[in-house]
């Protein structure tokens, strides 16, 4: 891989922390190591860079949750990941299980980061969304409301909305008529159910049921030998997402397995339009046909946007999808694509985020990859991180300080040098380190500071006594965390 244009520093920057020169290629096996904190072995990100980002994006962070592409995959790297623009770590979580749709929201005119964790075994998922405030303090969780457990709320969505709301998906065994699709007459289905669940109460404030109004008969999948009982139910539907409407009164359902987006009375639950699929109530213009499609979203000028698996079986490419709906006419025309930069074919999950300056920013999901796009659909850069996949990609404004310190280590690379290694999980202001020595803390003296250069600095001193504590400077040179040196 070449790398091409390099943006400002970000991509230098990329190169050099992982310790190769331009064009040579990163191993994807190659992972950060940190002394401070070496528990901690996140994948090492490849930046392939063709154009620069605008200035105002520098300072925004990717959110990742990558894992394997298998419950039996040892090999790929799983957790959560928070990384800068040169694809270094801020903040990582690992060792605690899947993270899934990790992005930031907004609750209660405050940001808070979330995640779903669970049993993840689609389509018979279960657990709930996890909020966490910018110390990384945990607020609360959110999950299924009235007649469903609290902790069956399905992967696929976890949207915070203006009103306190949030946006979840379950599945449920329902028995149903199978006959048209191949199946038993007294046959199961994974009903999907849409809820709007107030977040203070726990309440849903909407439900709807998928076998109200979209029959088995739609579905795109196959039914397989043994689905379609009460053990193994017949997975017809597979909602993947929820969204508000540009009216405020509806919302925007993905449905995997019908090829198709329904829009719903955001009150009454009732079914307004289908777009896609073979009960389509609109006609479907050149190249806008999409299949096992996911994030399925309005946008300001009036846009349906959506991501394009096109795979599993593949039909086409994958690719990001970006409608124009004529709701008088009942048609639908392709406005922009925005084409894998190679042969990729996503089988599975996979999004796509418009920026506030309007770029595209796509998550690849079953394939370990995600871009830039300008919103004409120019291709910005593209990267990849070690194997596995991850459900969604986003890029956010994130500023945090954890309530947990700082970690530093030390060791003595040579006779009377001491070597700090000093690092916070989690922490964005962080400018600089200071570094302070001493026989004991109350005669602490400022040895050395120096610039933070990434997750991890390293500083060699020569200690004014046995006790070593760094301090953590933001860019006031004001101490916002410390700690001893162990």
């Known amino acids: 891989m070449t790398y091409r244009t390099l943006f400002a520093s970000v991509a230098a920057a990329a190169l050099l922390l992982s310790g190769c020169t331009a064009g040579e290629e990163v191993p994807q096996s190659e992972r950060w190591v940190f002394h401070s904190r070496p528990e901690l072995d996140p994948p090492k990100i490849e930046l392939d860079v063709s154009a620069q980002p605008p200035e105002e994006e520098k300072d925004l962070k990717t959110f990742l949750g990558p894992k394997g592409q298998t419950a039996d995959d040892d090999e790929s790297w799983v957790g959560g990941l928070v990384l800068d623009s040169a694809g270094e770590p801020v903040w990582v979580r690992q060792g605690e299980g899947q993270v899934w749709d990790l992005r930031v929201q907004e609750y209660e005119d405050e940001p808070v980061l979330t995640w779903w964790e669970g049993l993840a075994e689609t389509p018979h998922t279960a657990g709930e969304v996890v909020m966490l405030d910018d110390s990384y303090n945990e607020i609360a969780r959110v999950g299924m409301g009235g007649d469903l457990a609290h902790k069956t709320a399905d992967l696929h969505e976890t949207t915070i909305t203006d009103d306190g709301t949030m946006f979840l998906l379950s599945y449920i065994k329902s028995p149903t008529d199978l006959t048209s699709v191949g199946g038993p007459k007294d046959g199961w289905v994974w009903e999907g159910v849409v809820q709007e669940v107030d977040i203070d109460s726990g309440e849903p404030v909407v439900q709807w049921r998928t076998l109200d109004d979209v029959p088995v008969d739609q579905t795109e999948s196959t039914i397989k030998d043994g689905e379609g009982t009460e053990d193994e139910p ?227 001193i020569e200690p004014a006594g046995s006790q070593i504590v760094v301090e953590a400077l933001d860019g006031n040179n004001e101490r916002i965390g410390s700690t001893r040196v162990s």
Do not use: C
């Open 234 to 460: 017949f997975d017809y539907i597979h909602l993947n997402s929820v969204s508000e409407d540009d009216d405020g009164d509806s919302l925007l359902v993905s449905a995997r397995n019908t090829h198709a987006v329904y829009q719903l009375d955001r009150k009454s639950a009732d079914l307004n339009w289908v777009l896609g699929g073979s009960a389509s109530d609109f006609e479907m213009g050149e190249g806008t046909p999409f299949a096992w499609q996911h994030d399925a979203q309005r946008r300001d000028d009036g846009t349906l946007t959506l991501f394009d698996n096109h795979a599993a079986p593949r039909l086409g490419d994958s690719r990001g999808l970006r409608l124009d709906l004529d709701e008088k006419a009942m048609t639908a025309e392709v406005v922009t694509e925005y084409p894998a930069p190679d042969d990729r074919s996503s089988g599975s999950q996979g999004n796509m985020q418009e920026l506030d300056n309007g770029n595209v920013f796509i998550g690849w999901g079953s394939e370990p990859y995600y871009s830039e796009y300008t919103h004409d659909g120019k291709l910005l850069y593209d990267a990849t991180f070690t194997g596995g996949s991850n459900y969604r990609a986003y890029r956010f404004d994130w500023q945090a300080t954890p309530s947990a310190p700082p970690t530093a280590t030390k060791s003595e690379p040579g006779e009377g040098v001491t070597r700090v290694h000093m690092s916070w999980n989690g922490a964005t202001e962080v400018t600089a380190w200071r570094i302070l020595s001493g026989d004991s803390e109350e005669q602490l003296t400022e040895t050395t500071v120096v610039d933070r250069t990434g997750f991890e600095t390293a500083a060699d």
